[in-house]
């Protein structure tokens, strides 16, 4: 899919900078040409896939109407990449998924140009090393997150037989910290009418007396989305290996007014004054996104309520919904079932058109059913994220062990199927973190990595008040850069900041010239996974905004279009505003695990995931860079980098 220049600013040059040597050495292996014995069989293989890419990009339609067909061979996908064979095409893959009735799940990203010659090497290091992933093929939606018996779960939409989505079952991993895992066989697969076309997302509720329940979305073997109840086979097992399908299954099926395909995704269940059990799904009625809401004794037998607990017009189907509370006084997660004066209530939705996850804080009328947000401006769909890069269908589940919430959410691949069919596998699970309420602003929720994963830290590196000059870049020393926790303050000279004149442009992340657009007071932050001569970079950085009155805005913003030079990755500028209070210093967290880096802006207020994948910043070639491209200020950093362990992920 051809990306807009609006979005991918491909063209900007970085400003100039110190000069530093072009002539890094890091260029990428070469695949070995296939030999004469296995000639004849390539020449085969390569006509069957230009066969194939012929009839599925031959015209340039952008309708998901078609599935875009069989996975070609993992080999033969591999030698094309490998022997720049690939054909060259303008087109994109068609998505899956959108004709079975979920949101798209590929993309070609072809971009107009020859695929990248990716070699296995580079491939190898796109894998991470302390995030959760299967050992191969594809995944996506996290679902059923919880903790058992001495164990967190993580069930997940998982493809057994390919790196692409389709035929989905429910992965199934445990873990004693969140951390390491292991994998364990599929939980649930699709071997009844009501899921033989899929075992789609759902979530887990526990009963007052301990025991569990899952709800989750089948899709049925005429493709309608109906809502199905599991349970443990054996409750006293507390990896939970096997499970039972009630007998009754489906418990709901669309009811009328709502599409076949836009009935999907029950939350975790909570409790009424009167005893009673309610969930919400997510719909929509024509553009309205909306949350049906259902009351239940039993889980078997449901009854629909009048309206929606909550609907925005023009933000279309609303899948993964979410809904919890956070207390507004106490540092503690709440169970989902928690009401009353001191608790504000987060409603999220995943949002069909745009893939991304927003959220909005409001008060829940446990006797009406209705939930109202506290600003209309910010609704759930038009105003806040729980991340502003790579970020979806994300689901939480209340940690009783720990007293907290935590939140999970699938991190997509944005190079091409080609390439992730590969490298035999596609997509990630953030790293889990905490929700709380923020208790400064009062607007918004904060998120932060579990602390479980400090744990992985090792060698440490502290850099002390480096001043970082104009249209500058200072080294960071730390070895190899592709597994870091980073820790950074930045400090501005109040007086400074005072004296520059403001200005009436408007300044927008994604909107603008990325890390080479110089302004008065940014940007200016950190150059992950950075080779020696910078023509492969990674900015994440603050922007400052002073407008005629003095008054300024904050922008964390993360800037991928030179990240990689690699022709068939998507490389997107991400970012938004950040609340920056008074006598506050900016600061950030940054992760670095090979192809994803995760980064977080005071304290987690703000929150951007991207994936990234270059082909010169790997293994001992990629490097960390203080840099500031602003043009009247300079900037004081305080930075503390760990290298990072690898986490224990063990295949069943």
């Known amino acids: 899919m051809s990306i807009p220049n609006s979005e991918t600013n491909n063209g900007v040059p970085y400003t100039q900078l110190p000069e530093s040597d072009n002539n890094s050495g890091n260029t990428p292996a070469i695949c070995r040409r296939p030999n004469k014995s296995t000639f004849m069989i390539l020449t085969g293989l390569v006509a069957f896939l230009l066969f194939f890419v012929a009839v599925k990009y031959g015209n340039n339609d952008e309708s998901d109407d078609v599935n875009p067909g069989p996975v070609p061979p993992e080999e033969t996908v591999c030698n094309m990449l490998g022997s720049n064979l690939m054909p060259l095409t303008t087109m994109r893959t068609l998505a899956r998924g959108v004709v079975e009735g979920v949101s798209a799940k590929s993309r070609g990203h072809f971009l107009g140009a020859r695929p990248f010659p990716w070699t296995q090497k580079i491939l190898a290091w796109q894998r991470t090393s302390f995030h959760f992933q299967p050992k191969k093929n594809w995944m996506n939606d996290p679902n059923g997150p919880l903790y058992y018996k001495g164990w967190y779960h993580l069930f997940y939409q998982y493809n057994p037989e390919a790196a692409v989505w389709g035929n989905i079952v429910w992965g199934h991993a445990v873990s004693r910290d969140l951390i390491h895992w292991q994998h364990l066989p599929a939980a649930m697969v699709a071997d009844q009418w009501y899921d033989i076309n899929g075992v789609w997302t759902g979530s887990a509720t526990f009963l007052p007396n301990g025991d569990l329940i899952m709800l989750y979305t089948g899709s049925t073997n005429e493709s309608v989305q109906v809502q199905n109840l599991a349970y443990p086979a054996d409750p006293s097992d507390p990896l939970l290996r096997k499970w039972i399908k009630y007998e009754g299954n489906p418990v709901l099926i669309p009811p009328p007014g709502i599409g076949l395909k836009d009935f999907r995704d029950p939350t975790t269940a909570w409790t009424t004054p009167e005893g009673k059990w309610r969930i919400t799904i997510g719909s929509k009625i024509n553009k309205t996104g909306i949350s049906l809401v259902y009351e239940t004794i039993d889980f078997k037998n449901f009854e629909l309520l009048k309206g929606v607990l909550h609907g925005v017009p023009g933000t279309g189907m609303w899948e993964c919904v979410d809904f919890y509370p956070v207390s507004k006084i106490v540092e503690n ?163 400074v900041l005072k004296k520059v004149d403001g200005s009436n442009a408007t300044y927008d992340c994604i909107k603008s010239g990325g890390s080479a657009e110089r302004g008065a007071l940014g940007p200016f932050g950190l150059l992950v996974l950075t080779d020696n001569s910078l023509s492969e970079q990674t900015p994440i950085y603050f922007y400052i905004a002073k407008d005629l009155t003095g008054n300024f805005n904050t922008f964390f913003c993360n800037d991928l279009t030179r990240s990689s030079e690699a022709t068939d990755v998507r490389k997107l500028i991400y970012g938004s505003t950040v609340p920056v209070l008074l006598g506050e210093k900016l600061s950030l967290r940054t992760l670095v695990d090979h192809s994803i880096v995760e980064s977080f802006a005071q304290n987690g207020r703000t929150a951007i995931t991207s994936r990234v994948y270059p082909t010169k910043a790997i293994y001992e070639n990629a490097k960390i860079y203080l840099f500031n491209n602003a043009t009247d200020i300079s900037v004081t950093a305080t930075i503390k980098i760990w290298q990072m362990n690898s986490a224990n992920i063990k295949s069943n």
């Open 333 to 495: 997660g709440l169970d989902t079932s928690e009401n009353g004066p001191a608790v504000k209530h987060v409603l999220k939705s995943s949002l069909d058109d745009d893939r991304n996850d927003y959220y909005a804080l409001g008060t829940y009328d446990a006797g009406a059913g209705k939930w109202v947000p506290d600003n209309p401006i910010i609704d759930v769909g038009i105003g806040l994220r729980y991340d502003y890069g790579n970020f979806y269908a994300s689901k939480t589940f209340y940690d009783q062990e720990k007293k907290r919430r935590v939140l999970w959410a699938w991190i997509k691949e944005t190079d091409s199927e080609a390439a992730d069919i590969c490298k035999g596998w596609a997509s990630l699970q953030s790293i889990p973190r905490t929700i709380k309420y923020d208790k400064k602003t009062g607007s918004n929720i904060i998120t932060w990595p579990v602390a479980e994963v400090e744990n992985l830290r090792s060698n440490n590196n502290e850099f002390n008040k480096v001043v970082v000059k104009p249209g500058s870049i200072v080294p960071l020393e730390v070895g190899s850069a592709t597994q870091l926790d980073i820790m950074a303050e930045f400090e501005v000279d109040q007086n």
